[in-house]
């Protein structure tokens, strides 16, 4: 079993920046592929970004490549997302999850309960 809490969201202007932290417990977290999932009103949640056991393969969605990035501390069994030049389209709740690699939701198998990042223009 894997707990996940997110933190970091809130209110940011656009071109702004904000850092999203997850924090899992259990004594397993650097085993599994790790993944930013993002939900905005009215739409989908989409896989954000998402990376392996290790950190050494990542994915990025098309939208946020070259703004976001994504990293991991096993040490410190948490996560992170370093987003910047933010836009109004990034509005949205964001969920960590942790499961095994890939780019649907159901390959995640543990689910934060998200932050809300809100990006004014």
């Known amino acids: 079993q894997v707990q996940l809490v997110e933190s970091g969201g809130g209110l940011v202007q656009a071109g702004g920046s904000l850092r999203l932290s997850c924090a899992a417990s259990?004594?397993?977290?650097?085993?599994?592929?790790m993944g930013w999932f993002r939900q905005a009103l009215g739409k989908e949640r989409e896989l954000v970004t998402a990376?392996?056991?290790?950190?050494?393969?990542?994915y990025y969605a098309t939208s946020v490549k070259g703004r976001f990035t994504i990293s991991r501390d096993n040490a410190k069994n948490t996560m992170y997302l370093q987003m910047n030049s933010l836009k109004p389209e990034d509005t949205a709740v964001y969920y960590c999850?942790?499961?095994?690699?890939?780019?649907?939701?159901?390959?995640?198998?543990?689910w934060g309960q998200g932050t809300q990042v809100i990006v004014s223009s």
């Open positions: 259990g004594r397993t977290f650097n085993t599994y592929a």
């Open positions: 999850a942790a499961g095994r690699w890939g780019t649907n939701s159901n390959d995640y198998y543990y």
């Open positions: 990376i392996t056991w290790n950190g050494d393969t990542t």
